[in-house]
């Protein structure tokens, strides 16, 4: 039997220092987190979120107002919470900045920044926004000013693509693959070297001739600096990794109940157990119980029967009978799901029928992640 | 405010190279693949291009995942018939360096260590001219008749945030080499991608952020001079309630003695929770009804014509989709 998602014992429990939301695109994931945020801090935690593209009304509702890349307190009229609440967006760029700033001293850092595929890299790869997510996550857990951080992940079209971006921008920029195709005899200890080294040679060639050899030439220099400066990109990767996998870092699998986010889900929640990631459980994020106990039958029935005599009444039953109809669908889907993984824990959180942009609404949806389930 | 053109335009039904994009979660693919349907009615041939490796048409159309080739997906009546084409950049990358440059086996080496990928990372530009001179070569490619080979080509394409991008093949073009083969190609993309053959479709639901982003969407693609074709409005849901009587029900203000008398004279009396709790369905209902009346007003600013799908309740699958074909034909999509 699935078992209900207790969301008030996952925040309250000391043990818990990092809740990571994940999900697919346009399942509301920035919410749900700003909603658990809110909820742990008015509970008493020392709470920071880390929102990455929210919607401007959700961040002004956090009091957040641009693109700040250190975690501001939230300051809002009617907002005392128990403990505390911090809230930061994700400056992509910024935070890459930062990062070659602090590493690389003032001379190197600023070689560096103006390296044309730097600028390739820090604003249009595309596991860049995934790699700093993750970056500022290592960042806020090493501070330990908060003993409670929700992340959002970025609205990547693959909820896999958290996971899995890091590790692409870093084998993509570890120095290895530059120095083969700079100078493919210079790269020792290559076991398929010899099998491949012709064709190498050949696809460098090809590579320079369709990207440009000064592209290429950037590249390395952007790399080898790079490199010496942290030790590769691998390394930084594997260590965020580890800190996802540490105790106290729990995943919560946010879905919309459509198919193609369940998809999503399922194959995220299955990722998570062949890693070893703990899962915290599934919010299905948006359903639409039905209110009032009335069969569709009697309904529509009914619904005919009035349709010229009562209009309202009419269309009350229709509707009723559309929300049902919904209602069963969404239940089928979920179904589906539990039965595939009968090992995670699941929370329904019913639509809110307009768009949160408040304080008053993130408590709302912080409300319908903790009550009980409706029967 | 002018309010919106209502169907398929002549422009559209001239059109051979479609684009279907629409921010993150609104059904482009469903959409696209309704659109490639109902285009291949009345006997002509489609297909439909996927780019970004989620395997969707094969999900939708319930067949094993699409390998990089044309393949036949579906018919059509009417003696239509619909192909599919998923897009391995990769591939695309390798057929590259074979047209050009003799790799033989190495090639695959290359692919498992990952050096095509990271050819693809360097120049992230060199990705879309790869997508796009494959689409173009589709659009263009004649039979031994003469005549193309698909009347028209409907791609899922990249979502709103990233399309004009993926479209810019310009741009892109700049992180590439000067010379050399692909970029002797793009030029040739560059002509297709902005002439009257190419149209860029927008699906959006009736909610706020996704038409906003459609807003938008529009403003770039007319300022990178793309063509914006028509607006798919996805999941339209019947409204219940008349119009006269939404504001107020959104305000909470449901004429419950009436709904109650009503329901009495169909012989169903309802307990007191019952009533409330319908009455409290029904509030919810105004209040969506109403966001989708301002969701209407916004779209109006894109000025383009548009066409409806229906919301199909027991959700996507085969069947479903030839409906949604059809009420696109119904429209007056050709």
């Given amino acids: 039997m699935t078992e209900r998602l207790d969301v008030d014992a996952l925040i309250d429990d000391p043990k818990t220092r990092i809740v990571v939301c994940c999900g697919s695109g346009g399942v509301g994931k920035t919410t749900t987190a700003a909603a658990l945020a809110v909820r742990a801090a008015e509970r008493g935690r020392q709470t920071v979120v880390l929102t990455i593209d929210p919607a401007r009304r959700l961040a002004q509702a956090l009091g957040l107002r641009e693109l700040g890349n250190q975690p501001r307190q939230v300051s809002v009229a009617g907002f005392e919470p128990k403990g505390e609440l911090w809230a930061m967006m994700l400056d992509m760029r910024r935070t890459f900045d930062d990062m070659v700033r602090t590493h690389a001293g003032p001379e190197r850092a600023e070689a560096l920044l103006a390296n044309p595929f730097y600028q390739t890299i820090s604003t249009s790869f595309s596991g860049t926004q995934e790699y700093m997510a993750m970056e500022k996550l290592g960042q806020l857990a090493a501070t330990d000013e908060w003993d409670l951080i929700v992340v959002d992940t970025p609205p990547s079209r693959s909820a896999l693509d958290f996971l899995d971006a890091p590790s692409r921008l870093s084998s993509a920029l570890d120095g290895r693959m530059i120095r083969l195709l700079t100078g493919p005899a210079k790269a020792g200890g290559w076991g398929i070297r010899k099998v491949v080294s012709t064709g190498f040679s050949i696809f460098a060639k090809a590579v320079s001739t369709i990207i440009g050899g000064q592209l290429l030439a950037d590249a390395s220099a952007f790399m080898q600096a790079f490199d010496s400066m942290f030790g590769g990109f691998r390394e930084r990767a594997r260590k965020t990794a580890e800190l996802l996998r540490s105790d106290g870092t729990s995943f919560l699998v946010v879905a919309a109940p459509e198919p193609d986010a369940l998809r999503e889900a399922s194959y995220f929640v299955e990722r998570l157990s062949g890693e070893n990631m703990p899962l915290a459980g599934l919010v299905a994020n948006r359903t639409h119980p039905v209110l009032a106990e009335l069969s569709v039958t009697t309904a529509l029935s009914a619904a005919e029967k009035l349709e010229s005599s009562a209009p309202l009444a009419s269309a009350v039953l229709q509707l009723h009978a559309d929300r049902v109809a919904l209602a069963e669908r969404e239940k089928r889907l979920l179904a589906r799901f539990t039965r595939a993984h009968p090992g995670a824990a699941l929370v329904e959180v019913p639509a809110l029928p307009s768009d949160v942009h408040d304080l008053g609404g993130l408590r709302e949806i912080g409300d319908r992640l903790a009550s009980p389930a409706v029967a | ?334």
């Fill in chain 2, 1 to 334: 405010m002018s309010t919106p053109l209502a169907g398929w335009t002549d422009e559209l039904g001239r059109a051979r190279l479609h684009f279907v994009t629409g921010k993150g979660g609104t059904g482009k693919t469903t959409s696209a693949a309704a659109l490639g349907i109902a285009l291949a009615s009345r006997g002509r041939r489609v297909l439909l291009v996927e780019v970004e490796g989620r395997q969707g048409f094969a999900q939708l159309f319930d067949t094993e995942p699409l390998p990089y080739a044309e393949q036949r997906i579906a018919s059509v009546p009417g003696g239509g018939e619909l192909r599919a084409l998923h897009i391995d950049v990769e591939a695309a990358l390798l057929e590259y360096f074979e047209m050009f440059y003799n790799l033989g086996f190495a090639g695959r080496t290359l692919r498992r260590m990952g050096a095509i990928e990271f050819a693809t990372t360097l120049a992230p530009g060199l990705r879309d001219v790869l997508l796009t001179g494959k689409i173009k070569e589709c659009v263009r490619r004649t039979g031994p008749d003469g005549r193309h080979v698909y009347d028209a080509v409907v791609v899922d394409a990249p979502p709103t945030g990233r399309v004009v991008k993926f479209l810019d093949v310009t741009k892109a073009l700049t992180d590439l080499a000067k010379t050399g083969p692909i970029r002797g190609q793009a030029d040739g993309v560059v002509r297709l991608l902005h002439s009257e053959e190419t149209v860029i479709h927008l699906v959006t639901l009736l909610e706020e952020m996704p038409v906003r982003e459609t807003v938008e969407a529009v403003a770039e693609l007319d300022g990178a001079d793309l063509r914006p074709g028509a607006v798919l409005v996805n999941r339209v849901r019947p409204p219940r309630l008349p119009a006269r009587s939404i504001t107020a029900a959104a305000d909470g203000r449901v004429d419950a003695s009436r709904v109650r008398n009503g329901l009495a004279s169909a012989g169903l009396e309802l307990p007191d929770g019952t009533m409330d709790a319908l009455v409290a369905e029904t509030v919810e209902h105004a209040i969506r009804l109403a966001a989708e009346q301002r969701a209407r007003e916004q779209l109006a600013e894109a000025d383009l014509p548009t066409v409806e799908l229906p919301e199909e309740s027991a959700g996507i699958d085969l069947a479903a989709l030839y409906d949604l074909a059809e009420s696109l034909t119904e429209q007056g999509v050709r």
